[in-house]
């Protein structure tokens, strides 16, 4: 099992930069047995995946957020992070660090399976 306790956020101007971390907490398990993913959820709109890491590295993004956030993670300290660069209103959201047990891809972590684990959520507001 794995919890997932976020941080960071905030609000910020369309143009600039906020990141979000998600701390890991395992039981029985590590890393390797997990891809993570960072989706969002706007009122009123469906959650949307953001991007997906597996234990290799591998990454994806959402076309949407592609060249402008980067998804990276440092294992000593069992943290994800969401960089995100040249925010735009469009971006505002909570959002949310996910883990999907293995056997995964980015692809599988993108569509969130029932087994995935969620964090608490976290809002991002970028004013115009």
């Known amino acids: 099992q794995v919890q997932l306790m976020q941080s960071g956020g905030g609000s910020v101007e369309a143009g600039g930069s906020l990141s979000l971390s998600c701390t890991a907490s395992f039981r029985n398990r590590s890393w390797r047995d997990y891809c993570f993913g960072w989706f969002r959820q706007a009122p009123g709109k469906e959650r949307e995946a953001v991007a997906a890491?597996?234990?290799?590295?591998?990454?994806r993004y959402s076309d949407s957020v592609k060249g402008r956030f980067n998804f990276s993670r440092d294992r000593r300290k069992n943290t994800l992070y969401l960089q995100m660069n040249r925010l735009q209103p469009g971006d505002s959201a909570t959002y949310y660090c996910?883990?999907?047990?293995?056997?995964?891809?980015?692809?599988?972590?993108?569509?969130?399976?029932?087994?995935?684990?969620w964090g608490q959520g976290t809002q991002v507001t970028v004013s115009s």
């Open positions: 890491i597996t234990a290799d590295g591998d990454t």
């Open positions: 996910a883990a999907d047990p293995a056997p995964c891809s980015v692809v599988s972590m993108m569509e969130a399976p029932a087994d995935t684990e």
